[in-house]
Structures are given as structure tokens and as C-alpha cells.
């Protein structure tokens, strides 16, 4: 049993009882986070770990709801094309993914789980094809973690086979991880780019057996919808209900333009949808209705997307893009408050992603997965110790961040990573990056 105490640090806990702790402690034993208070009641005895956490600010990990950490090998290169729609995304990534090969892979995810570390991410969701490779580094890297397979298809029954096949392989695999940091989800990629109805209840039956979520993209622009209505006469979120999708917990990366008919209907299914405001306004595509989904009871998270529609992994930006996005949107100031952008980046992430007994907020009993914030650091002054929301959300960035911890082991400890040879990363994804765009050249 290993116990560390961490204390003298401005706190702030989230969740229901959303308690700030102006030099409060907090206590972890193994993974678990045993007791939070003030210095007044500062626990005596002995620890493995006392840390003095003098002029930071300690609050819970954040949670990147919707990413694809291999794609950190295609940064910078689908500028200038919208990857929400069918035609940007074929003819600039699919051109990209068909000379990847999987070698190419465990340095890319590497790379997005140092970013996601550096700055304060501690438990994403992942979807994309090449699970096998994906899986080994973000266990070593210490990260949680739901890791959906994505399936493509693109009207190949002999790739849907092939693709069907592997995501039950890989499902049966991750039973093995139960318990663990990694859980194993299902990826339907888009119900317009390549996924069939077939193919749908084939991976929504997959879910079921194996108790997994979906994790798709929804309703990026009108063109969704206007397909689901030529194919099926109905909308996109409608065919899914009926297709019995959101039997399982679901998160529809993007939902900017879900129809407000539908939003009654989602608020009471199992189905949270994941605002990617910098993504979307890089596309050009809509602004998401977050504060009108939210108002009308539907779990709204947040996610960076790929680091092409993005392109950095830092969720405190993504946060403050989020908020103003929402502010110009609805033509209000205020129209989201900073603490309910934190609760999105916390509590509807966990809940999102089915891990809302687990993480979240700094209650005891809930897993150790926090971050802590450098408060002597430039722009953040004064910070009143009462609301620091405002602060978090709006006056800084990612790079604030000193510590990340998961699972009560650090990840990042006074900004140097602890499980992570970011380096070495780093210079063979240089060497991937040139053989990729070598093939691609080739290619065309
Ligand atoms: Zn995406």
C-alpha cells in the first residue's frame, strides 16, 4: 500500500460538491484518492510521498473525449480542406492512410499521448483502425483510455468482412484488459462516409456482446442528414435509433448540426455528443448548438479531434475555444460560464465515456487522476482563490501544467515525463513522416 500526501495547494475538487481548497491537502492511497481537505485538518502520520505543492493549483485530469492519436503523423498535412466532409476527408487523409503502414503508428500515438500528458489531458477516447498497435503504447504510456476500432469500409464487402472480423478479434482481446486503465469500444466512422446499415448492426451487435460503447462521427454538416433523408426518409440520429444504436452508450463526435427535433430524443438515450470547436471552425463548418443541447439535457463533452482538423492536443485551449465559440454563437456574453466549460472537460467526459464512478472530480473513493498548474506562472494574475474557473478557461493554456498523475502514478513530474521517451518519439516519427509523404508522392 503506497501513500502520498500532497498538500499546501489551492484545490479545486468539481463535481457536486465542487469544494475549493485554498492550501488544501490531498490524500492518495495506490490509486485512489482517500481524503481531500483543508491545511486545517492536514493529516499526521508518516507517507511514501509528502509533497509540498506550494503555489500550484491541483484540480481533476481532463478528459479528451474525441480523438485519433495516429493522425499526429498527418499534422500540417490537409490544410486547407474540410475534413467534415466526405470529399475533403477522401481526397487528403484516405490518399495518406492507404501508404500508412502499422510501423508508422506506435511513434504517432507516442506523440499524442506526450501532448495529452503535457497538458493536463489524463483519460481520452481514441478511434481508429491499427488497435493493435495502439493499444501497447498507451499502456505504457499510463494514460486511460477508451480505445474504439474504426471501421472502414468504403462499400467493400470483402474489407467489411476483414474489418468486422478484426474488431471482434479486438473486443475479445480487450476483455483481458477488464478492470485496467484501456477499455475497448466500437468505431462506426460516419454513417455517410462508408458505413452501411449492414455494417451498423453488425458492429452494434459486437457492442452488445461485449458490453462496449460506440464511438462515431455525427452530423458534422447537413450532408449527413440530407443522406439519411434520401436513403431512409428519416434523419441521421432517427435511422440510428431505429437501427437500435443507442441501446449502448454512444458519443457522436461533432453533433454540430443534429436537428432540434432529435435533441429530446438523445437527451434520453445513453448518447453524449462531443464539441470539437477549434476542429470546426478550421473546417468552416457550424458552430455546435452546445448551450441548446445542453439545456435540453443531452451530455456534451469535449474533444480535440485529429491533429489535422486541430492541430494541437491542448484541451485548456480547446476549453476557452469552446466558450467563445458558444458566446458568438448564441450572440450573448456569458451564454457559457467557465464552470460549466470545466465540468464538460471533467464530468461529461467521464460520464461520456462510462467512467463517471470512476473520474471526474477529486472526490475520495474516485481514482487519483489529477493535474497540477504552475500559479507563479505569467498571465493568470490575480487569481481569486473563490473562482478560478474563469481563469482556467479563459486567461491560459496547457502549458501551465506540471504535473499529471493517473492511477496515483505520475506521468509528468515537474514537467519532466516519467513514462514517456518523447525524444526518441519524436525523431522516429520524423523518419516515418518522410517515408509516408515519399509513398504518397509515388502514389500519384
Ligand atoms: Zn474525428
Partial sequence: ????????????????????????????????????????????????????????????????????????????????VSLFTLDGWYNSIRTLELVMTPDMVPAAVEIGCAE????????????????????????????????????VELNDPVARERELAHLDAFLEDMQGEKGSRIKGWVGPHAFFVDNSVETMLAERNLAQKYGAGLHIHLSTTGEEDEFCQRQFGRTAAQQ??????????????????IPEQDWRLLSQRPFSAITCAGASMRAGADAAPVVGMRTAGINVAIGTDNVCNNNDYDLFIEMRTVARLACYRERRP???????????????????????????????????????????????????????????VHSINGSYVTDTMVDGVWLMRNRQFQTIDYRAAVQKQAKDAAELIRRRNNNT
Avoid at 489524463?122 to 471501421?151: C, I, K, N
Avoid at 489529477?370 to 474563469?390: A, H, K, V, Y
Fill in 116 to 151: 495529452m500528458i503535457r497538458t493536463g489531458t489524463t483519460t481520452f477516447a481514441d478511434q481508429y483502425f491499427f488497435m493493435e498497435q495502439v493499444v501497447p503504447v498507451v499502456r505504457q504510456s499510463g494514460m486511460r483510455a477508451v480505445l474504439a476500432y474504426g471501421v
Fill in 1 to 80: 500500500m503506497a501513500t502520498t500526501l500532497l498538500y499546501n495547494a489551492l484545490i479545486l475538487c468539481l463535481g457536486e460538491k465542487d469544494q475549493i481548497f485554498d492550501r488544501g491537502y490531498l490524500l492518495i492511497e495506490d490509486d485512489r484518492i482517500i481524503a481531500v481537505g483543508d491545511a486545517a485538518q492536514l493529516p499526521s502520520g508518516t507517507f511514501d510521498e509528502r509533497i509540498d505543492c506550494a503555489n500550484r493549483l491541483m484540480m481533476p485530469g481532463l478528459v479528451n473525449a474525441h480523438t485519433h492519436t495516429p493522425m499526429t503523423l498527418f499534422r500540417g498535412l490537409a490544410e486547407g
Fill in 334 to 392: 456569458g451564454a457559457l460560464p467557465a464552470r460549466e466549460v470545466l465540468e464538460m472537460a471533467t464530468a461529461n467526459g467521464a460520464k461520456a465515456l462510462g467512467l463517471q464512478a470512476e473520474i471526474g472530480d477529486l472526490t475520495p473513493g474516485k481514482k487519483a487522476d489529477i493535474i497540477m498548474l504552475d500559479r507563479d506562472e505569467i498571465g493568470w494574475s490575480p487569481l481569486p482563490t473563490n473562482d478560478p474557473f474563469t481563469a482556467l
Fill in 240 to 257: 440510428m435509433e431505429m437501427l437500435g444504436m443507442f441501446d449502448q452508450p454512444l458519443i457522436a463526435a461533432h453533433s454540430v448540426t
